[in-house]
């Protein structure tokens, strides 16, 4: 067993880490995507989705209490040998690298299309880099503290947002209540439960947690706050902007930031909300490049994660540059991520649960963990 | 020791960098380097081109000099003396903005604009190539103030001279504010208007402004009554107030549209009457005639006590719409010696001359808007409540639907109170 070194955050910080890393889809494509696929109920869509994913969390923390303290990794090595083992990890890392490219340039692009529109794509990409890899070098403990610092900002100014755009709801918008119908939503809705496979990186971090009997607690309920946040403002999205509008819309929430106008003293407070953004961003990018690092090392007993930074964050810069344009980043990460990320996501911990229910494997003692 | 100092090294020349890097580089803009435009008019222009007007502010002369008093609004306006007026024909608005960088000497930046003027022919033509630019524009936001104005819009704004603001933004935003304090126009912003031009259960509506070729007239008497007055409606709309001084532009009434294309104007009553019927209604002040005494009229400042209740019966053809408005007053004026203050016979009498009035004028204004085919009230989004699903709801065609409905409208009114006298002063006829 390798000792890794990358510190230990309590259960807490996994659940601020966990609303993080969901919430962060509300500032790009999805909720629009919602509205093309489930028009006035693409609230209804979440909430399908949600109940895919709630499936998909509740076999995951199943399986992670049939195997206490191990990792999703360790789990397979147990149950499917060394192949397994090497393959959960590659499906791991390379699903969270894929997550750091496609956001890295969607984060970028839609920084270039609302407030630095002359400033050329490499310089913002680099910075959003730079704080990636500083961030998962320090370890899980520095980012466990940022999530501390920065998820009342990040719920906060998102429901701030909301009331002060609230003068534009119509709740006439929502209707017709059903949108596309009912077999579309339920179509859809494998596909969008993609939007919280974010939630699987507690499986491989349940070794870095200290209090270990709390953490599906905490998942539980970062995965229901953040449902309740996507719901809340998906809700607010069609009611203010109606489904031909919100369906053309990108960054929903800064388009709402915009339209705020509460008298002459009120308005034009997007600029706030630009810091939390880029720092949600930065965050997200962050735990992705660290997963990456992270699944692979263990997967290929690699004693330490940060070797591979460098290499996974120049990976991350180049590629993010091969989509030509906005529409194709946005495209694959609709397309492809949110709508096929759920087979592994919720997948791998299906098949693993089901052979050790075949194999009978499992049920072993908590190993305890120790701080650094 | 040595380790630590190099630490502090280390963040010291880091937040050097940061500081150095704060100020921007691709993006900075400096202010004296850029040009804010602060109203935007938009005309046609021969062979599909556009006239943009821009009206851009000269901060370096803003709040100098003084305001010229009378003299119908005019050459001593601060405003107007503060910025500058320039129109260029160009193919879209980003390419007036660069044909007006090469005249103006510096960057124009449309992050400032408060208002867009349409010339009226240009409206009526139809305004879609427009919309996708407007809202496409990151610099452009939603709350952009969206008005039609009759004629030209550069015709408009060259004539626009404010007198009691010393600059054309702060002249917007009162003009904005007047739609919640006096109900004169319905206050459309482009994010109204654009999602409500792409919904199939409501359409757009934008300020009506207008030049008034009157105001120049120094003597009052030889101003003509509006035939409306007499029965105590204001069926007037900008261009055709009945006054002498002040500004000559005038944004009173409401620019009907049918997707893109401006189709019909309502006046100051009709207005006040859309905007009672779609719940937006916060402050007005009616006339209504004296139900007792021929000639005589009473004043009221009115509010919506309730949003409207409307309910909008799909399963009978034509469709039904029946609509029930809760509003409430105040006494402002009494013209007649009738005691409606603290008689309560009396006030109820008055109360239901001023809920046949009121529905009167709201069924003539929704009679409008179905002879042009306009849902401008949003009767179709209660429609809309009664299908479940998206697709049957685009099928079902409201538009053809709403131009042969039944409407009913029921307005329920209460006076709360009567201002700062009961009954009525005892001087007057008959005593």
Same mark, same amino acid.
């Given at each position: ?372 | ?211 008034? +070729?009157?105001?120049?007239?120094? &003597? =009052? ?6 035939? @409306?007055? #007499?029965?105590?409606? *204001? ?75 409307? +309910?909008?019966?799909?399963?009978? &053809? =034509? ?6 408005? @809760?509003? #409430?007053?105040?006494? *402002? ?99």
């Amino acid at each position: 067993m390798y000792r890794l070194k990358e510190g230990h955050i309590n259960s807490q910080s996994l659940f601020r880490i966990l609303v993080i890393l969901v919430v962060s889809n509300i500032f790009l494509g999805t909720p629009g995507a919602m509205v093309e696929e489930g028009a006035t109920a693409g609230w209804i869509l979440l909430l399908f989705a949600g109940a895919i994913a709630g499936a998909g969390i509740f076999i995951l923390i199943k399986l992670l209490k049939k195997f206490p303290g191990k990792n999703f990794i360790e789990i397979a090595e147990t149950l499917w040998g060394r192949p397994g083992a090497v393959f959960t990890a590659l499906s791991f890392g390379i699903l969270a690298v894929y997550t750091a490219i496609i956001s890295l340039r969607e984060f970028a692009e839609t920084m270039l299309t609302t407030v630095l529109p002359r400033t050329p794509i490499s310089v913002v990409t680099f910075f959003f880099v730079a704080a990636m890899l500083l961030g998962a070098y320090k370890g899980l403990e520095v980012i466990g503290r940022t999530s501390i610092l920065l998820l009342p900002f990040v719920i906060g100014g998102i429901f701030t947002i909301l009331f002060l755009a609230g003068n534009y709801i119509s709740l006439n918008n929502l209707f017709p209540l059903l949108g596309t119908g009912l077999g579309e939503l339920a179509y859809h809705a494998p596909g969008r439960s993609s939007i919280f496979i974010e939630i699987i990186l507690v499986s491989l971090i349940v070794s870095n947690i200290s209090d270990i009997e709390n953490i599906p607690r905490a998942t539980w309920k970062a995965f229901g706050v953040s449902l309740t946040v996507f719901i809340v403002v998906e809700i607010f999205y069609i009611s203010i902007f109606r489904v031909a509008t919100s369906e053309k819309l990108y960054v929903p929430l800064f388009q709402m930031a915009r339209i705020i106008y509460m008298g002459r003293f009120i308005q034009r407070i997007e600029a706030i909300f630009i810091f939390i953004w880029f720092f949600t961003g930065a965050l997200k990018l962050t735990l992705a490049l660290y997963a990456g690092a992270t699944a692979l090392s263990r997967g290929f007993r690699i004693p330490i994660y940060q070797p591979l930074l460098f290499p996974l964050g120049l990976l991350t810069f180049s590629l993010s540059f091969v989509p030509p344009d906005i529409i194709t980043a946005v495209r694959i990460d609709m397309l492809y991520l949110r709508e096929y990320g759920a087979i592994p996501a919720w997948g791998l911990p299906l098949a693993l649960l089901a052979t050790s229910f075949i194999r009978k494997k499992g049920g072993g003692r908590p190993e305890k963990s120790q701080p650094d | 020791m040595a380790g630590l100092k190099k630490v502090s090294l280390i963040k010291i020349i880091t937040l050097l960098t940061v500081t150095l890097l704060i100020s921007g580089c691709w993006d900075r803009r400096e202010l004296e380097d850029q040009a804010f435009v602060q109203v935007m008019g938009i005309d046609k222009a021969p062979h599909n081109q556009i006239l943009v007007t821009f009206r851009i502010a000269i901060p370096s002369k803003a709040g100098l000099g003084q305001t010229a008093g009378g003299g119908g609004g005019g050459e001593g306006s601060v405003a107007a003396q503060s910025s500058l007026l320039t129109s260029v024909i160009a193919p879209t608005i980003p390419s007036a903005v660069t044909l007006a960088s090469g005249y103006v000497n510096r960057d124009l930046n449309l992050m400032h604009t408060k208002a867009i003027v349409l010339g009226e022919p240009f409206a009526r033509e139809g305004i879609a190539r427009l919309l996708g630019i407007l809202t496409r524009h990151r610099e452009l936001r939603g709350n952009v103030f969206m008005c039609v104005s009759e004629g030209e819009a550069y015709k408009l704004l060259e004539q626009n001279k404010p007198d009691l603001e010393k600059s054309f933004a702060k002249w917007w935003e009162g003009v904005k504010q007047l739609q919640s304090s006096q109900a004169i126009h319905p206050g459309s912003l482009l994010q109204d208007f654009i999602t409500n031009a792409e919904s199939l259960g409501i359409e757009g509506t934008m300020l009506y402004i207008a030049v008034n +070729k009157e105001a120049k007239n120094q &003597d =009052p008497a030889k101003l003509r009554v509006p035939p @409306s007055f #007499e029965q105590a409606k *204001l069926g007037v709309k900008s261009g055709e107030i009945p006054r002498t001084g002040g500004n000559a532009v005038e944004y009173v009434g409401t620019a009907v549209f049918k997707s893109d294309k401006l189709i019909s104007v309502l006046t100051l009553t009709e207005t006040r009457s859309l905007l009672m019927l779609n719940g937006q209604l916060r402050r007005a002040v009616i006339t209504v005639e004296d139900p007792r005494v021929k000639g005589r009229y009473t004043g009221l400042e009115i509010k919506q006590g309730s949003p409207p209740n409307v +309910k909008v019966n799909i399963d009978r &053809d =034509p469709v039904l719409i029946e609509e029930k408005l @809760s509003l #409430e007053g105040d006494l *402002l004026a009494l013209q007649s010696a009738i005691n409606y203050a603290t008689d309560l016979k009396n006030q109820r009498m008055l109360e239901a001359a001023i809920e046949k009035d009121l529905e009167e004028g709201a069924l003539s204004v929704i009679k409008k808007l179905q002879q042009s085919g306009s849902d401008a009230v949003g009767y179709g989004d209660y429609a809309s409540r009664r299908i479940l699903t998206w697709p049957a709801w685009l099928d079902y065609d409201w538009p053809t639907k709403f131009k042969t409905a039944e409407v009913k409208v029921d307005v329920d009114f209460s006076i709360r109170r009567t201002g700062m006298l009961g009954k009525q002063p005892n001087v007057w006829e008959p005593r």
